[in-house]
């Protein structure tokens, strides 16, 4: 099939396309999705088929407004408004009991759907023109680094969808943050731009679900589904190297072998003359590095370097988004160096 690719200005064109039953590529702040209507469980059952997903990791629902919750879910309770109210639109995602409306094929099964209302004004366009919930993941094939601008999505999905709009590079760069409101006290399924220090500041106590911060063992499983499968990763295999942006640069240094590549803080960018290097951003800046790391992640796959290193920020705020994506990426295979 031929992807047809629209502009920002598109909006009737592309919300037919969901309407009729079609898949569309959709900017959003976070990262490019993979929409359908999400109450047409036909179309939805396709978007498993594009991706290559395991039918059993349940997809989320994309709103204009908190006021379209109560069609979709129940028991909602009072937090849920009050995290709409600090951070919708915007890049989190609450995990909430479903209504029966929902098909099964978007949950997979289970009694809870994730709900998102996002902020990107050609997506939300898009959504309110629509009229329906817009089921969407990331737009990256099962397993790759999710896309943040139109070109990488259309490297995996080009002729497998109906459309794409092109609405610039993400914002935000690393996807939602997920929040279960279904348990006491509420959990972080996954981190991003909506940070924990921020969702503690609404909620109190947020536990953090395992499956953010290490591997899953043999037995153990992650509340959110997704968060088992082996992510974001590249062809070649990476090390997380976590310490002192400089003591970290100095043993990647040491230790790089001829033809290995590295994921590196932009002030490090000269030290490794020879090597293929990508930028993460400034040290400092970890707002940028959320922005930089699927692409930085994804441009080793048209290179043969056989293994890759990468410096990683600290964990507060964005920063436990951006290591939670290169530590997932590296399958967790993390070197920490002692401070000195
Ligand atoms: O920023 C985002 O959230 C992007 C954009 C397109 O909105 N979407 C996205 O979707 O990242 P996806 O499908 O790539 O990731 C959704 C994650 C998966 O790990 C899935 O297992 C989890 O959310 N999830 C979805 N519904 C859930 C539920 N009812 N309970 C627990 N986890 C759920
Ligand atoms: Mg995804």
Known sequence: METIRL??????????ILREGGLLGIPTET?????????DGTAVERIFAAKGRPQDNPLILHIPSADWLERYCADIPPAAYRLAEAFWPGPMTMILRRKPIVPDVVTAGLDTVGMRCPSHPVCRAIIQAAGVPVAAPSGNASGRPSPTNMEDMLEDMDGKIEGIVDGGPCSVGVESTIIDLTCVPPRLLRPGGVTLEDLRSVLGEVEVDPAVTRLMGPGEHPKAPGMKYRHYAPKAPVTVVKGDPARTAAYIRRHIQAGEGVVCFDEFAGDYPGHTVERLGPAADKAAQARNVFDA???FDSTDVPAIWSQCPDEGGIGLAVSNRLNKAAGFHIITLDEA
């Open 297 to 299: 992640l994804r441009a």
């Open 31 to 39: 990262v490019y999705g993979l929409g359908a209507n999400g109450l």
């Open 7 to 16: 502009g920002a200005a598109d909006t009737e064109r592309a919300a037919a």
